[in-house]
């Protein structure tokens, strides 16, 4: 198991967002994102420890490896959600 970085909610929630895990609701500093009937809640404060990223993958059912690669993928290029708007006619 790779050791986990301490991350933000922000790269958190992207890096789920990447495995597929969609932002459900948000009430005051926690995001509830959900993939299918899983979810998980993530704190959304600028860095997290590592213990507290352990529960969160844990609650959502994503292991330490899918996570790094995720988090890997989505700071090198982060989703554009604005992308469909852009590309239509």
């Known amino acids: ?7 933000s909610g922000a790269e958190a929630v992207r890096a789920l ?7 459900a609701r948000q009430r005051g500093s926690h995001i509830v994102l959900r993939r299918g009937s899983s979810g998980c809640v993530v704190p959304n404060h600028r ?3 590592t213990g507290m990223l352990s529960g969160i993958l ?4 994503v292991s330490a490896d899918e996570f790094m690669e995720a988090l890997a993928r989505s700071l090198l290029r982060p989703m554009n959600h604005d992308s469909a708007l852009v590309n239509s006619p």
């Open 1 to 7: 198991m790779p050791k986990l970085p301490v991350v």
């Open 17 to 23: 967002e990447r495995l597929g895990f969609a932002v």
């Open 47 to 49: 860095e997290r420890k």
């Open 58 to 61: 844990k609650q959502a059912g």
